[in-house]
């Protein structure tokens, strides 16, 4: 009888151990972030007391997935580039993402190498290049480029997030803060081909194709720009302003990417303006 009890029991335990993890919470305060800066913190909240809880194989990169893009989110929708105390801000919430948010999902906790690990370190880190002096800027460098040199080669490295490491890479290259700088970073030429080869994408698995992926049309028209090439440009935003205000009405957008769209349409309408 006892040993029939204490069999159950681990069976019990087993059974536990193996469910699925709980996200209706989380998601439901996800798809509040663009609320208040109070939801996008609650929604982080949320997905980190699932990693807590010792999310496993894929819930642990979903629970991951959460609590980083509400970082993400919260750190380029309520903080400014301008401005001490917002820049503060920003610099360190990214440099928390790539630093310790991200590590939840690195290969010795997930047992393999995985693009969302690598998308969300890189794109973390030039977020916070953004925000930092030059000096710092040229310190973060070598853990960027080790970021795409790695993830770019592992299975849907080119594929997650809509081709997100193509874009980060293509935001590395075209930027004329490189100019000068040692190895030939500086290359508009190939910062375009790399953005339209993001927006060539299929989409990874549970994710979304690159043409869905506002991000990556207002990357290729600051690539143009930056090649003296503003008519293309312009062609290129107007159908983003045509396109994507159009989804987010028809409900296309995928929740995980709906907030970071408007957002993104925004910006295009004042690169726009400069053209």
Not at 165 to 192: M, S
Request: hydrophobic share 40%; net charge negative; aromatic share 8%.
């Amino acid at each position: 009888m006892v040993k029939t009890q204490l069999l159950a029991a681990l069976a019990l335990g087993l059974s536990m151990s193996a469910q699925a993890a709980d996200f209706t919470t989380a998601d439901a305060k996800y798809a509040l972030r663009d609320t208040s800066i109070a939801a996008a913190q609650e929604a982080r909240a949320a997905y980190k007391a699932i990693l807590d809880q010792g999310a496993k194989d894929a819930d642990l990169i979903r629970a991951a997935e959460g609590y980083l893009r509400a970082t993400i989110f919260e750190g380029n929708h309520y903080y400014t580039t301008v401005g001490d105390t917002d820049r503060a801000a920003r610099k360190k919430i990214f440099n928390d993402c790539w630093k310790v948010g991200v590590e939840a999902i690195n290969e010795k906790n997930l047992g393999f190498e995985s693009p969302v690990y690598y998308y969300y370190r890189a794109a973390c880190i030039a977020y916070e290049a953004e925000v930092s002096t030059p000096f710092q800027r040229l310190a973060l460098l070598p853990d960027l480029n080790k970021s795409l040199e790695a993830g770019l080669p592992t299975q849907g490295g080119r594929t997650y997030e809509g081709g997100g490491l193509l874009r980060v890479k293509a935001a590395v290259k075209g930027n004329p803060e490189a100019i000068g700088l040692p190895g030939g970073i500086y290359n508009p030429d190939e910062a375009l081909k790399l953005i339209d080869e993001a927006l060539e994408k299929d989409a990874y698995p549970g994710n979304a194709e690159g043409a869905l992926f506002c991000e990556n049309f207002r990357r290729k028209i600051i690539t143009l720009k930056e090649l003296k090439r503003p008519g293309d440009a312009k062609i290129v935003a107007d159908q983003a302003l045509t396109d994507f205000p159009a989804y987010l009405e028809e409900g296309l957008i995928p929740e995980f990417i709906r907030a970071e769209t408007v957002d993104c349409v925004k910006h295009v309408t004042a690169l726009k303006a400069t053209l």
